[in-house]
Each structure stands twice: as structure tokens, then as C-alpha cells.
């Protein structure tokens, strides 16, 4: 499992735009399988929406593309430069809400790996209830984030 330092160094993001809490699992170049803990204290739900509020599904998304970009990067040989990020959406379709309190269960599979893209299968679960799913295409792109 990894810890919260090893997740810093293989991320670009920062708070508040990064989207998991820890890692559960990872099998290299296969899958990974990631935790993000719904925290009302989190800066969108002020706005989204005040009184019901809701996690919106474009950081759903951003959770699930993170958590595939963890799982096609463990691919890269030691040493190799580039990181993971969103090329393109195939599919998408959030299915549940997802609310403060909610512990967000996100795996990716990556079904294939071409030149310098992947193709990631992502579901996202709440206890045993799907929330999010879909397929993504992850491009390995430039190592620099300044």
C-alpha cells in the first residue's frame, strides 16, 4: 500500500484539486485502486449546492482519471519521465450521488497500453454501490507541472 508521501510524489496535483486520499492497491501497468474520503470541509461543496450538497461529477471524474494515471504511470520503467494525464473520455456516466460522509472506492483497470496512451476502464463505488464508471484514454505527457 502506498502512503500519503509516495501518493505527493507520484501526482502533479495539489489540494484542492487532488482527488485521492490514499491507495489501496496497485498492480504495475494493471490496476489500481484508490480512496477518497467525502469531506464536507472540502471548498466545492460551499457552492454545490449549500444546503444538499453533492460532489460534482466532473471531480468524480477527476478522482477516477487520477486514480487510472497512478495505475498506466506504474507502467513506466524507473528512471522514465512523463507523467499520466486525461486525453480523452469514451465514456462516462454517473449513476448515485455521492455526498459528505461517503468514503469514494475508485479502481481502474488498464486494458491497453499503445505508444504513449492508455486505455483505463474506471468504476467508483460507494460501500458496494456503483456511483461513476466509464473509459478513459490517459497520454503520457510531459513530466514538468510548473
Known amino acids: 500500500m502506498m502512503d500519503f508521501d509516495e501518493i505527493l510524489r507520484s501526482l502533479p496535483h495539489a489540494f484542492p484539486f487532488r ?3 490514499r491507495i489501496l492497491d496497485i498492480e504495475k501497468g494493471k490496476k489500481a485502486i484508490a480512496l477518497k474520503n467525502v469531506s464536507m ?6 457552492g454545490h449546492f449549500a444546503k444538499k450538497p453533492v460532489l460534482p461529477g ?4 477527476e478522482a477516477m482519471a487520477q486514480t487510472g494515471g497512478l495505475a498506466f504511470g506504474s507502467s513506466f520503467e524507473k528512471g522514465e519521465k512523463g507523467i499520466p494525464a486525461l486525453a ?9 450521488k455521492v455526498i459528505p460522509g461517503d468514503q469514494l472506492i475508485i479502481e481502474a483497470e488498464v486494458l491497453r497500453i499503445f505508444s ?3 486505455k483505463v476502464k ?3 463505488r460507494v460501500r458496494e454501490e456503483t456511483v461513476a ?3 478513459l484514454v490517459l497520454a503520457k505527457g510531459p513530466n514538468s507541472t510548473s
Open 19 to 21: 482527488m485521492i486520499d
Open 41 to 46: 470541509d472540502e471548498p466545492y461543496f460551499s
Open 58 to 61: 466532473g471531480l468524480i471524474l
Open 88 to 96: 480523452s473520455v469514451e465514456e462516462f456516466r454517473v449513476k448515485k
Open 116 to 118: 504513449n496512451l492508455a
Open 122 to 124: 474506471v468504476l467508483a
Open 133 to 135: 464508471e466509464g473509459t
